[in-house]
């Protein structure tokens, strides 16, 4: 074999010269063309201690795809993410109670590096672009169909009523869909599912269960201790100052809106308002699943805090914004601006509604008009109220605006 293969390859040569049609041609061609890359590569001498080795970095094999990695790194810890989220699922079912897993400082620093501000101001205005008749009833029905959106509760059902989306986020309901109770003292603000309620203790408030936040971070310092020369000795001094009477206690209570819920909120009581704190900050999610995951996610957050009295002493409501939720609008509070640039996170302004022509605030009835936002979000509800104030709730429960949330 090895000699009949030494006599093809003189035959091919012919004086020197290697013909096209043999054999030996393509090996050689193949050959040159292997030894020909590493020619190219760059190289490196490594000492092995008797010689020198050339070897080429193995970073110059191959081109790294930084998109490509950064996609399949992702699409992993999403796959991961989604694997824990389906097996507490199926531990819930099973009725037993799962601790919840707490997101570390480096992935809370990795998610609100995103721009979601950006991306909220974006998505705000594609909102609020106009869109073709024609095109209207496709959109807002696959709108519709994705979040279960019930069109017969809305004062005009007609699709192509609404120009934007930004309507068919922020329409108006008929008069008798959500009839307001007017056997209880508090009712629900808004659509949405209870996530938790309760009384504060400790001056850590629920934002699910076995996650907590701080309240004074949530709702800042108090106006008038700012100026104070020493903080508050104790931890629960804060809460002592947002209760005004003895014998009563703070109660919260939180309702998580969802995109396919009504957008606007109203009055949940009887109250006077008497100022306004807002926080610029982060646009993360607050669906169900990143409270649990997330701590102090409400203060990390976007949000305006209205703040007063009602007939038992102090009460606020805070509206929190979330990703493609930048606007957070106050009906009667036309200087207020949310996901604006000009302000920058970690501050706050303040807005006092007394002034010396109106000394007692904004007067609000149960019921009325309050404010709204661009897409689902969350309201929070923090109040005095007298000891057998009570909850007439559950959590994770669907509830709609009018509804009772307690009495005494």
Known sequence: ???????????????????????????????????????????????????????????????????????????????????????ERKLEELG?????????????????????????????????????????????????????????????EDLHHYRNLSELFRRKLKPQARPVCGLHSVISPSDGKILTFGQVKNCEVEQVKGVTYSLESFLGPRAWTEDLPFPPASRDSFRNQLVTREGNELYHCVIYLAPGDYHCFHSPTDWTVSHRRHFPGSLMSVNPGMARWIKELFCHNERVVLTGDWKHGFFSLTAVGATNVGSIRIYFDGDLHTNSPRYSKGSYNDLSFVTHANKEGVPMRKGEHLGEFNLGST??????????????????????????LGSL
Request: proline letters at 6%; glycine letters at 8%.
């Open 96 to 156: 037993l109670e799962i601790p919840p897993r707490l997101a570390s400082h480096w992935e809370v620093a990795l998610y609100k590096s995103v721009p979601t501000r950006l991306l909220s101001r974006a998505w705000g205005r594609l909102n609020q672009v106009e869109l073709p008749y024609w095109l209207r009833r496709p959109v807002y029905s696959l709108y519709i169909w994705t979040f279960g959106v019930n069109m017969t509760e809305a004062a005009v």
């Open 379 to 404: 309201i929070v509800l923090i109040f005095e109220a007298p000891k057998d104030f009570n909850f007439r709730l559950k959590a994770g429960q669907k509830i709609h605006f009018g509804e009772a």
């Open 1 to 87: 074999m090895a000699a009949s293969r030494g006599r093809s390859c003189v035959r091919c040569l012919r004086g020197g010269v290697l013909w096209r049609s043999s054999p030996c041609h393509y090996e050689y061609i193949a050959t040159r063309h292997f030894l020909g890359t590493f020619q190219k590569l760059p190289l490196q001498a490594c000492n092995t201690g008797a010689r020198k080795v050339h070897t080429a970095p193995i970073r110059s094999l191959f081109l790294l795809r930084p998109v490509p990695i950064l996609l399949a790194t992702g699409g992993g810890y999403a796959g991961y993410r989604q694997y824990e989220k389906h097996r």
